[in-house]
Structure formats: C-alpha cells, structure tokens
C-alpha cells in the first residue's frame, strides 16, 4: 500500500490539471467570498452570512465550486489510466488493483481536503480584510461538514470514472444529475399528480449531500413554498455517502473483474 | 524461466487465444510469432495478469500479481504510448519508480540507456513512435529485470532502432536474462530471437530453435527450365515428385533434388535450359505455418478481374 501511495503521490503532482482545479477552486470560492462581503460591509455582521461567504455560498448551488472541481480531479484519478492507456504500466508497477484503487481514494481524500480546509481558511481571510474588521469563524460543524462534502465529491468522480472507464461519460453524470435530473425530479414533485415524488425528493444523492454545506436553514421556506424540507446535515450526508459508496462498490469490484 | 500452461481467453463465444502452453528459456531471445489477431497481446496480457482468462503463467515459479515489486523482476511493456501526454518522460519514470522502491538515478540511467536523455523534461505528446517504443523500454528496464516481456518493440522503429533494439536484446539475453519479445515480421524475428513460439488462432503452432522452425517448414523445390516441359512435368509425376507449372512455362518440382531431377531428364533426353534448387526464405515458412491461422485475409484480387 506504501508503494501504492507513493506512485499516486508521484502522479497526482506532476499533471498540471491538479494545480488549474485546486487553484480555481480557491479563486471561485474566494471570489464568492468578497462578492457577499463588499455587499454588506456596511451592514452589522450576520454570522449566516458570513458562513454563505466561507463556505463559498456552496449552499445555493448545484454544483459548489470546490466540490465539482475536486469531483473532476477524483474523475482524472482513475479516468487519465483509461483516457491514455496507463492503466496498463500501473497495473504492472503495482498488480495489486485494490491497492491502486485505495491509494487513489486517499490521494483524492488528501488533496480533496487540502482544498477544502485552504478554501475554507482563504475565504475567511478575505471576508475579513473585504470588511475590513474580524468576523468569527463559523461553527465547527459547518466546517467539518463542508470537508466531508468535498472529499465525497472527489470520490465520485474518481468512482464514476472508474467505473465507465472514460473521463466524458463521468463528467456528464457528474454535472447533468445535479443539474438537471434532480432540480426536475424536485420540480415535478410539485406536481399533485406526482406527488409520491415527493417523499423520494429528500433522498436524491446530490440534494441530500447539499445538507452537509447548510448554513442557513431554508427548511420552513421551503415548505412554505410547496416543497420537501431537506435531511439534516448529517442524515443527508450520510444519504450522499452511501449512494457514493455503492457507486464506488460497484467500479471497484469491476476493476477487479475486468480485462486491463 | 517464463511457464505459460492452458492460456486461456474468450470473448463471447470467440475464442482469442485456446489452452497455448509454452516455456521461455533464460540466456537467450526467444521471439513470440504470429500474424496480426493471432493472440500475441493478449497472451502476453494473460500473462501478466492485466487480462482474466484461464490458465496461467509463472516467472521463475511465481504469478505476476505474487511478485513483489514486480519491476524489479518482470520488466514489461505492452502499449508504445501508454503515458500521459503532458508528463514529462522523466516524471513519468519517477512515479513508476517510486511505485516499486527505485531510485531517481536508475531513471537517469535508463533514459540514457534508450537515448532519451535529451528529451526527458518535455512534454512527451509529440513523441514519435519511435521514441515512444524507446521510453516503453526504458519502462521496462527500470527494475533492471532478469525477465523481458516486450510487445512489438520493434514497431516504429527505423533500421537504425531495429539494430540498435536487437543488440541491446541480445546484450541483456547473453547476461543470463529471459527476453521473451512479439512481432507479426518474421524477418525482424529471424534477426532478433534465437528461439521461437510461433501461434496462430491463438493456438501453439510450433516452438524451438528458429533454424528447426525453418527447416520444419520449409520445403526445398528445384526450378526446372525446358522446352519439353509438359512431357518433364508427366516423367517426374510418373516418378512421385510433385510438380506445380508456373505461368512462364517453368516447372517447381517438390520431392526430389536437383541431381535426381537432371538424372531423370538426361535419362531420357529431355534438354534442360535451367536447373536451380529453391530454399524457401523465413517469410515463406512463416506464411505456410500460419497460412491455415491466419485470422484476418483479404480476398486477393489477382486474375479476378476478368
């Protein structure tokens, strides 16, 4: 597994594409973060607010920044060893698959969270120097839960990747579920003929791993609305992991099965 | 010592390569032999456990995936441009190395050895065949392995490459080391491997020496020039050799020699214009051992166009 490690440690520094993903995930971020704190630096601090800023307003998106950047790094993880044919010298320099497979999943995991803690740490810095006065830093769990959110989206790229062994047809399920798919299941279960959808709504992966990032609850507005109040964070994140964990189940027992 | 025994490997109801057992010496080059679709790549990839199929393959006793470190053992390589196009050669032999416990001046080492050296920082994406089929053997010389696993190496190259490939080949061969190497051209084999697995259809066609492949199947014929011919061709079928007419008049005579051939004439006053003994050359005995395994064939358009 050492060996595994240090061949991922290799790989993952010497692509450009781990630098231009990580750094414009801090950039977005960051720009969302002085984007919100220009805008009410005349206003008394809103601890929410500030929270929306740090987490790169990760809350109100379908695809937050860091999370689909990290999620496209974890897809070139494993896609870049089909795209160019070096699953073939991998697999000879370590024949263990699970080995690779494991090593590229804590990779992804570090740097993913790299990314994720420097984006958090960043977006704080420039909230206070763009109000020009020190806020607190949001809760712990806001914190952790953003992390968390992070690192599972680069596992499911890396798992998606794996598992159609090719980089479009990953980013395409990576981008179009939480994209489309999801906001016209949540759409249509306004619907009163589909409203059996409804109970569906709060388990959809992508949806329900949003709760990780809450940190403002819209749980009331959204029902007043006519919708279905999301999970908890952690209830919801734990929908997100295990719907990511079956998807990784399944690439990882193929990669065992099939012809490199 | 390579041991292949019952390899293995179906798609769907097609069978790629059909129970082929085999053994590749130490100490010399063996070369791996077969039409293209014969089932070389993919027996090589049974053999390294990149492919699932029946059978299996052992390296000095043990399976690929036992090996550990297996670079440092079983230096292989299977795909010229397996690498990432914007990881620079000498990155890329880094994160192979470090995978197997290498050190970066073996790297050094290996991209001088192949005639990288000059090339290794940049980008790879514009590599010839050439240089691709060289880096692949730097791959593959990382470990410094006792066992060679290359599949058509030689590809790409130019006649410079192709010697400059044989020597080193040869060199590694003579230090005791297995070398066991694919390509579908005889010609190139005839001058690289001193022994031979010859397939076809997946399926063990012959193995050995290359000269006892050679002489398995090839058959001697005598070309015979006469203005008697036809009345030749009768006395010598009378005699039981076999005869074949070509479009010019002359005969190839298979089943006897040229003295035995000119005997029968003077015997019974047939004029001779030209007696000549015919060896056939490598591509020949290629071509008739694999002529009935040859998976992909054109329909030959000689004569079809009346």
């Known amino acids: ?260 | 010592m390579i041991t292949a025994v019952g390899l293995t490997k179906r798609y769907g109801p097609k069978v790629a390569v059909d129970d082929l057992s085999f053994e590749v010496r130490p100490g010399v080059v063996t070369g791996f032999l077969g039409p293209n679709g014969a089932g070389k790549s993919t027996t090589m990839r049974l053999m390294l456990d990149l492919h699932r199929g029946g059978g299996e393959t052992r390296f000095d006793g043990r399976r690929y995936r036992d090996v550990p470190r297996p670079m440092r053992e079983i230096g292989a390589v299977l795909e010229a441009k397996a690498f990432h196009p914007t990881r620079s050669a000498r990155n890329h032999l880094l994160m192979l190395a470090a995978a197997n416990g290498i050190g970066s001046a073996r790297v050094d080492e290996v991209l001088a050895l192949v005639g990288l050296s000059d090339v290794a920082g940049g980008r790879p994406k514009g590599f010839s065949l050439g240089m691709s089929q060289r880096l692949g053997l730097a791959c593959a010389l990382l470990g410094d392995p006792h066992t060679l696993v290359l599949d058509e190496p030689a590809n790409g190259l130019d006649p410079h490459g192709i010697q400059w490939l044989r020597d080193v080949l040869k060199s590694l061969a003579a230090q005791g080391r297995t070398v066991f190497v694919s390509s579908h051209l005889l010609a190139e084999m005839a001058q690289m491997a001193d022994e031979l697995v010859v397939i076809g259809r997946g399926r063990l066609i012959d193995s050995g020496p290359v000269s006892d492949f050679v002489g398995r199947f090839t058959r001697t014929t005598v070309l015979v020039r006469s203005p008697e011919a036809s009345r030749l061709a009768d006395l010598l079928a009378d005699d039981g050799a076999t005869v074949d007419s070509l479009s010019d008049g002359s005969l190839v005579v298979g089943g006897a020699d040229a003295a035995a051939v000119g005997e029968l004439a003077a015997s019974y006053g047939v004029v001779l214009h030209q007696l000549v003994t015919r060896t056939a050359s490598l591509e020949e005995a290629f071509l008739s051992a694999t002529g009935a395994a040859e998976e992909y064939r054109g329909v030959s358009t000689h004569g079809s166009a009346a």
């Open chain 1, 1 to 260: 597994m050492s060996d595994a490690l240090a061949f991922e440690a290799v790989r993952v520094r010497t692509i450009r594409s781990t630098y231009w993903l990580v750094g414009l995930a801090l950039l977005l971020g960051a720009l969302v973060a002085v984007a919100l704190a220009l805008a009410t630096r005349d206003e008394p601090v809103d601890a929410a607010l500030v929270a929306v800023g740090v987490t790169g307003g990760s809350q109100f998106s379908p695809l937050p920044f860091a999370a689909v950047l990290v999620g496209i790094l974890g897809v070139f993880a494993t896609g870049h060893e089909f795209r160019h044919g070096t699953v073939q010298p991998s697999l000879l320099a370590l024949p263990r698959r699970s080995a690779l497979v494991a090593a590229k999943l804590v990779v992804v995991a570090l740097v993913g969270a790299g990314a994720a803690v420097a984006g958090l740490a960043l977006n704080w810095v420039v909230t206070v120097v763009s109000r020009g006065a020190v806020v607190s830093v949001p809760d712990g769990e806001i914190l952790l839960g953003y992390v968390v959110f992070v690192v599972l989206w680069g596992w499911l790229g890396a798992a998606l990747a794996l598992l159609f062994r090719n980089i479009p047809g990953a980013l395409v399920v990576l981008l179009v579920v939480p994209l489309v798919v999801e906001p016209l299941i949540s759409a249509l279960s306004l619907v009163p003929a589909m409203d059996w959808l409804r109970d569906i709504v709060p388990y959809l992966p992508f949806s329900a791993g949003t709760s990780l990032v809450t940190v403002v609850d819209v749980g009331e507005a959204t029902e007043a609305a006519g919708g279905t109040a999301a999970l908890g964070r952690w209830a919801g994140g734990l929908v997100f992991a295990g719907a990511v964990g079956a998807v990784l189940a399944a690439s990882w027992v193929l990669f065992e099965r099939r012809d490199a």
